[in-house]
């Protein structure tokens, strides 16, 4: 514990730069969490420091536990989505969507088209209020309290869509196993969609990028810190922005299809190290900033595309029994790869539901970089990761 | 490479009748014996082929009451009855536990689906955590949650319960505690800090599940 | 504000011996009036301003226009809360903080001109009285960490004392080019070497006192504590830094003392390099009074707006800012100054 005498050259390599004769010292141990403004939630750091040098972190979480699998156990498949809302609640849809493909692939039923097309829209949406909001606590993390008003202002919009949409501003439990529940409102709903997205995509992402992803303060304070490699982000299971921010062009939207997502035309930002290394903080900030824009084309072209149709499979019952049988199923949610390990035995309940959150493993990687930074970069580290706990502790 | 030939290609590793192929439905995978998990682990991060680089999921499963015709006739939830009280579990805990292991290859991209079961009672596996280091938090998940030991794991606590929990919830013979009881927590306080004074235990008299939360 | 300056000149025209402590009285008692009443405004402008740049409207109810009374709602409120001592705290360095941080900034006033004759003392070392009483909030800010015994507090302390340590120096560096223009370190010789127009300001006098003054402005915001220089509060990083224990009065002290400052590095850029109380046009009928507090006004504005619009620096990156830009550019500017005095053949 912290009042064991460490070599603390070691531990920080900080010291070996100067003439500075052994002295004994000891490391000052300190929780950052569950109550603190910067871990995005009841996230606890035990973190132990020499003055503003990190030398370990160890994450503790389970705050917000809830034995989701467990509860899933006992409810049916249509029950269950409400639950799936409540892991990553600033992109409720994304969650939803993972869930529903995972039960219709091991129905083995195909939604009809509109089905799926309201479904992206509905996550595209989704995912763009998460990056915003993740753009914001990131601004907010490096002490720049205005973006996270603008984003605010216009996830507001997101959610006043989405809203009129499904009902719902937080927890949608819009998407069930055989269809959506409701379909567009006839009130211009498309066209106010059309008007916000090229409104965000044309206007508001400059305006970001002039007051914080290029401002030169900002750059400074995330530009080569908290670097993930491509093989720690690899190893360390990361998905999302944090891997595509290392570099790495992978997407399941892209490269394991699911739902639509092979009819649009979109790219996949990645870390490029444009201001320092590549994988470092603001690569995975930029990353998020640009996955808007893309979000904002996949949902134009589904708008233009949005077919006629029935808003509900018809192949699937409304006493609905799944299986026998087991099937890991992901989708690209906001925050990385969401992964349902779905394993049936033919009857109206999961006989279990492994959830594999993006968050839980990302989050992983803190003890890996956080040794060797400063206290600053461990916040800006941890809000560049973008966690949600509510899908860590599940 | 195919699921077959990701197959032919570990057998020839690690010898013919290791591998039980599933390959109906709508995942195929891999069943293993225990013993052979970590040299399979090994082959399939390290052979170039083969190239796993990412454990996308590990999943701990107790299979205690599957209903192996498919007609859904499996265990029921454990829940809380009308008036709060905890309804007992039927199951005895008997069948096998499980782990799954779901791997992806950035560089080949493809996936792979391996299971391998452990008896109830010895519920140990090599830990995976040195070939996959995302392994580990899943690792301590599975055995926070359904109970199953790692050897080799750097750090094998509970992870999402606190370390004063009794008992691995996902279990099918999990007991549920009454609501605010505080028996599973032996009287210990829900964190231990060295710097701490030890807490007074709760009064004899508090055992009617009315008593404080924690 | 005039009619205090005239009432004030006579009282000290009859320099006699009572009538002197008299008037210093009053005069404290309009300084401590002044610092409350900028805790009020400031409050009130810098939600204000902050909803202004954030596209938002702020307070709106308690008042009627504008929220016009929220500073006093909250005060009411701030009266009412719990004064609340941690139990490990060091009792009498916990209580003393505020109050020795509330003092630093309260003396410093006593020598802001506001108006010909309006100053509480009229100091010959008027400027490094300023500098030397406004460390006192260092002393203040250690205490409070220290006794807080809370280690993110400590953090806050610790960062707060180099911090301001470190900017005095570019600080008061920067204000050395105008002493060599007035050969004096009077705050009212300063102010009335600029008399005139906008030109006779020091701001404008030459390009070297033009750089010293954003020296300043940057260095004052570090001074006063605020973002995007604000390392001892830092309230996504340590809580709430050197108060996170703080609450109730106590609290309000450490609250009232950052307006008070962030107004008195304006007033002080104000005299020094922005004309003190001159008007901009010469012979413009403007009180001097008002001229000095609207100048001042508009800086605080300034530092509003940078504070809402940047983000913050790294403990690290402060401290090279400081002593790797900062104060090396002060350097050139008090040198470039005396160069330009003596071949322009403005030395006094």
Known sequence: MATDDRNLSAATGWAEQDDVPEMPSELLEINMGPQHPATHGVLRLLIETDGEIVAKVTPHIGYLHRCAEKIAE???????????????YLAPMCCNHAYVTAVERLLGVEMPDRVEYLRVIAAELSRIASHLIAIATFGLDMGAWTPLLYCFR????????????????????????????FDVPEDGWCEDTRTFIDMLENKKIGDYNTLLSYNKIFIERTADIGVISREDAFAYGCTGPVLRGSGVQFDCRKDDPYSVYDQFEFEIPYGTGEQGTVGDCWDRYMVRVREVIQSCRIVRQALEKLPPGPIMSDQVKKVMRVGPGAAYTRVESAKGEMGHYLIADGGQKPFRNKVRSPSFCNLQILEKIGPGMMVSDLVATVGSLDIVLGEIDR | MEFAAICTLLSTKLGDGVLELHEEGV????????????????????????????????????????????????????????????????????????????????QHGHKFTLRVRVPRGAATLPSVAEIWPTGAWHEREAWDLVGIRFTGHPD???????????????????????????????????????????MEPPPAGDADGSGGEG | MELFANLLGKIEALSSQNVLILSSLIMALIMALVM????????????????????????????????????????????????????????????????????????????????????ASDLDLGLLYIFAVSSLAVIGILMAGWASNNKWSLYGAARGAAQMVSYEIPLALSTVPVVLYTASLNMNDIVIAQQGGVANWFLFRDPFLFVAFVVYFICSIAEVNRGPFDMPETESELVAGYHTEYTGMRWAFFFLSEYANLFLVSCIATAVFLGGWWAPIPGLPLAPALNFIVKSVLLVFLHMWVRWTLPRLRVDQLMYLCWKVMIPIALICVIGSGIWLMVSGQAS
């Open chain 1, 154 to 181: 216009e996830r507001e919009e997101i959610l006043n869509l989405l809203e009129r949409l499904s009902g719902g501003r937080m927890l949608y439990n819009y998407m069930i196993p055989g269809g959506v529940r």
């Open chain 2, 156 to 198: 094998l606590r509970r992870i999402l319960l606190d370390d004063s929990w009794v008992g691995h919830p996902l279990r099918k013979d999990y007991q549920m505690p009454g609501r605010w009881d505080l028996a599973p927590l032996e009287g210990k306080p829900y964190s231990v800090n060295p710097h701490q004074k030890p």
């Open chain 3, 36 to 119: 409350a009443a900028c805790a009020i405004v400031f409050t009130w402008m810098e939600r204000k301003v902050a909803a202004f740049l954030q596209s938002r409207y702020g307070p709106m109810r308690v008042g009627h226009w504008h929220g016009v009374a929220q500073p006093v709602a909250d005060m009411l409120k701030i009266l009412q809360k719990e004064d609340i001592i941690p139990a490990e705290a060091d009792r009498t360095l916990f209580t003393l903080a505020p109050v020795v941080i509330f003092i630093g900034s309260l003396l410093a006033w006593a020598a802001i001109p506001f108006a010909p004759g309006f100053i």
């Open chain 2, 27 to 106: 995942e195929p995978w891999v069943d293993m014996k225990p013993d052979q998990i970590a040299a399979a682990a090994h082959l399939l991060r390290e052979l170039p082929e083969l190239d796993f680089n990412q454990l996308m999921c590990l999943s701990g499963i107790d299979w205690d009451g599957l209903d192996e015709k498919g007609k859904g006739k499996s265990v029921a939830i454990l829940g809380y009855s009308a008036d709060g009280k905890p309804e007992t579990s039927d199951r005895v805990g008997e069948g096998d536990l499980g782990v799954a292991y779901h791997l992806y290859s950035h």
């Open chain 1, 74 to 88: 006992g409810l049916n498949y249509k029950q269950w989505v409400v639950y799936t809302d409540r892991f990553d």
